[in-house]
């Protein structure tokens, strides 16, 4: 009688079939809680883009491309929260103390208003609720082989590193060069938590950190906690976990794949 066959013989067909099913659970979460946040919060919503176009007479939206799964395009929407073309000015990266910011910008980064709209991105496909964030094409392009498996998932609202780094204006304010700051201490470890999450990703761990969001708006240190634990429990580099208690001045490190910190832009 022939042997019963082992290995990827074997796994290869289950690990698909759940593959596909945990795309599926996922793709009908995010259209579920789309839909749901949108119609819930469009009051909300209508009010933000009243104050922000009264402030300037402008679109109160910010309509830009980003970088999709697979390395294409898509156009995500924000609520507009600076001045309009403060795109121009070749600088991604955003400081608190920055003055492209309007007033009403600061209200709506405050409660991470700006990020209510990309519920439509979700709907549409374009992203899904957790995922590593969506690139600019000019940060993009500077990725490391490896920081490039972060596209092979959509972009998404919130992940590890978005409640980690939440406070990313608190790190760049002051800061002569916000972009080079950026590359220096925020990505290396954004890099390394999106590209663990996209290792370990499934519907469970992506409630958890949608909850995890919402708590970190109102009592961020149990937050951080939390995703240090979700960290630890999904086999992450000890070094994450810690990085995500952020007890201790972030460091500058090398990007992923790569073993030179960042010295110019």
């Not at 007479?57 to 309009?84: E, I, T």
Request: hydrophobic share 45%; with cysteine; charged share 25%.
């Amino acid at each position: 009688m022939g042997s019963t066959p082992r290995g990827n013989a074997v796994s290869l067909p289950g690990a698909l079939a759940r593959g596909s099913r945990g795309a599926l659970a996922k793709r009908i979460l995010d259209l579920v809680t789309s839909f749901s946040g949108l119609l819930l919060l469009s009051p909300l919503l209508i009010v933000v883009c009243v104050l922000i176009w009264l402030q300037d007479w402008h679109s109160p939206f910010y309509v830009a491309p980003r970088v999709a799964s697979g390395g294409g395009a898509f156009r995500m929407v924000k609520l507009r929260s600076m001045m309009v073309h403060a795109d121009k000015t070749g600088v991604d990266s955003t400081a608190k103390d920055d003055r492209r910011i309007t007033g009403v910008g600061r209200f709506i980064r405050r409660f991470k208003l700006d990020e209510v709209s990309q519920l439509w991105n979700v709907l549409r496909g374009d992203m899904s609720l957790v995922g590593p964030r969506p690139q600019v094409e000019r940060d993009a392009r500077l990725y490391t082989e490896v920081e490039r498996g972060l596209l092979t998932v959509r972009p998404g609202i919130t992940d590890f590193a978005s409640i980690v780094f939440a406070d990313e204006g608190d790190i760049l304010a002051g800061s002569p060069d916000p972009d080079l700051k950026y590359h220096q201490v925020i990505r290396p470890w954004k890099s390394r938590l999106g590209l663990h999450y996209v290792l370990v990703n499934n519907v469970w761990l992506d409630l958890r950190l949608v909850l995890a969001t919402a708590v970190n708006s109102v009592r961020r240190p149990a937050a951080l906690r939390w995703v240090a634990a979700m960290l630890r429990e999904t086999g992450a580099d000890p070094r994450l976990a810690e990085i995500a208690l952020r007890r201790a001045p972030l460091e500058a490190a090398p990007p992923p794949g790569s073993e030179a910190i960042i010295h110019s832009r």
